[in-house]
T-cell receptor, first 112, second 113 residues
Framework: QKEVEQDPGPLSVPEGAIVSLNCTYSNSAFQYFMWYRQYSRKGPELLMYTYSSGNKEDGRFTAQVDKSSKYISLFIRDSQPSDSATYLCAMTLSGGYNKLIFGAGTRLAVHP | DGGITQSPKYLFRKEGQNVTLSCEQNLNHDAMYWYRQDPGQGLRLIYYSQIVNDFQKGDIAEGYSVSREKKESFPLTVTSAQKNPTAFYLC????????????FGSGTQLSVL
C-alpha cells in the first residue's frame, strides 16, 4: 500500500463548478500537508500549506485536513479554465524536511 | 527575479552515455533536491543536499550522481548505469530554516534515443 493515495482522474468540470480534490494517507505521524499545482511540463508550484488539522482558505482555494480520518482535501470554488492542471498533494512528519511524500497527482480539466 | 533555473528543457541520451542536468538557484536557499517524475507516479527523491560539499541519497539514487560545490548549483548526472532514465526531472530548493516548503524549477525532460 502506498503511503499516500490520490485519485489520478482525470476530473472534468464546467467553468464555475466547485472542485474537490482528495488524498488519503496511512502514516498518522504526518503533520505538514501541502498542495501543489503543476501545469503540463512545468515544475509544481506551492498552492496551500497547512499544519496539523483544520481548514485554511486562500482566495478561491480551501485546504482541509482531517487527521482522524487521514484524509486531506483541496476545494476550488468558481473554477476557471486556468485552473486546468495536475494537483499534487504532499505531506511529511514534523522535522521531516527531506522526506516529503507526494501523491501521484489528480489531473483537472475545467472547460468553458 | 529569484528562482530556480533548470537546463536544458529537453535532453536526449544515447546508449552508454552519461548526461548532466543543470540546476541553479538565486534564492539563497541552503537545501536543494532532485526528484524524478514518471507518469502516474508521485515525485520520487533522487538526491538532496543541505549544505555545500555534502549530499545524501534519496529513495532512488542508483544510477545517478550529484555534486554541490557551490550553494547556488546542484547538477545531476544520469549515468549509463541508470537503465530506465526516461522521465521528467525536477530540481527544488528549500530555505533550510525549519520550513517544509519546496520551490521547484521548470524541469528537464530526459529521453533515450
Amino acid at each position: 500500500q502506498k503511503e499516500v493515495e490520490q485519485d489520478p482522474g482525470p476530473l472534468s468540470v464546467p467553468e464555475g463548478a466547485i472542485v474537490s480534490l482528495n488524498c488519503t494517507y496511512s502514516n498518522s505521524a504526518f503533520q505538514y500537508f501541502m498542495w501543489y499545482r503543476q501545469y503540463s511540463r512545468k515544475g509544481p508550484e506551492l498552492l496551500m500549506y497547512t499544519y496539523s488539522s483544520g481548514n485554511k482558505e486562500d482566495g478561491r482555494f480551501t485546504a482541509q485536513v482531517d487527521k482522524s480520518s487521514k484524509y486531506i482535501s483541496l476545494f476550488i470554488r468558481d473554477s476557471q479554465p486556468s485552473d486546468s492542471a495536475t494537483y499534487l498533494c504532499a505531506m511529511t512528519l514534523s522535522g521531516g524536511y527531506n522526506k516529503l511524500i507526494f501523491g501521484a497527482g489528480t489531473r483537472l480539466a475545467v472547460h468553458p | 527575479d529569484g528562482g530556480i533555473t533548470q537546463s536544458p528543457k529537453y535532453l536526449f541520451r544515447k546508449e552508454g552515455q552519461n548526461v548532466t542536468l543543470s540546476c541553479e538557484q538565486n534564492l539563497n536557499h541552503d537545501a536543494m533536491y532532485w526528484y524524478r517524475q514518471d507518469p502516474g507516479q508521485g515525485l520520487r527523491l533522487i538526491y538532496y543536499s543541505q549544505i555545500v560539499n555534502d549530499f545524501q541519497k534519496g529513495d532512488i539514487a542508483e544510477g545517478y550522481s550529484v555534486s554541490r560545490e557551490k550553494k547556488e548549483s546542484f547538477p545531476l548526472t544520469v549515468t549509463s548505469a541508470q537503465k530506465n532514465p526516461t522521465a521528467f526531472y525536477l530540481c527544488a530548493s528549500r530555505t533550510g530554516t525549519g520550513s517544509e516548503k519546496l520551490f521547484f524549477g521548470s524541469g528537464t525532460q530526459l529521453s533515450v534515443l
